[in-house]
Nanobody
Framework: QVQLAESGGGLVEPGGSLRLSCGAS????????MNWFRQAPGKAREWVAS????????SYKDSVKGRFTISMDNARITVYLQMNNLKPEDTAIYYCAASRGPYYSDQDQDAHSFGSWGQGTQVTVSS
């Protein structure tokens, strides 16, 4: 099972942008769909976005559509989450997770489908 690590979080004002990265210490995470989740204080971990292994298919939580973009590099070493027009409600620890296969499914939107997680990266949106 590939161990993933997230980075790129920080403190940003409302309306600002951040780009999160997720990788496996320079190793490829394989031909798998990738997913981003987030967990706000006192709340359950929730799905944010998914991308298929080919990069051709993407899916987003409704509240981030038009603001967030998930992408990956061609070598499948890093998956990104570009976050624009950030809002205070986006404040959370962000995590990435690899699907079992090349396509994401409804099951991949359930955090309980994944057995292990990295440390995550903190995103705080505040003025």
């Amino acid at each position: 099972q590939v161990q993933l690590a997230e980075s790129g979080g920080g403190l940003v004002e409302p309306g600002g942008s951040l780009r999160l990265s997720c990788g496996a210490s320079g190793r490829t995470f394989g031909y798998r769909a990738m997913n981003w989740f987030r967990q706000a204080p006192g709340k359950a971990r929730e799905w944010v976005a998914s991308i298929s292994a080919s990069g051709l298919n993407r899916s987003y939580k409704d509240s981030v559509k038009g603001r967030f973009t998930i992408s990956m590099d061609n070598a499948r070493i890093t998956v990104y989450l570009q976050m624009n027009n950030l809002k205070p409600e986006d404040t959370a620890i962000y995590y990435c997770a690899a699907s079992r296969g090349p396509y994401y499914s409804d099951q991949d939107q359930d955090a309980h489908s994944f057995g292990s997680w990295g440390q995550g990266t903190q995103v705080t949106v505040s003025s």
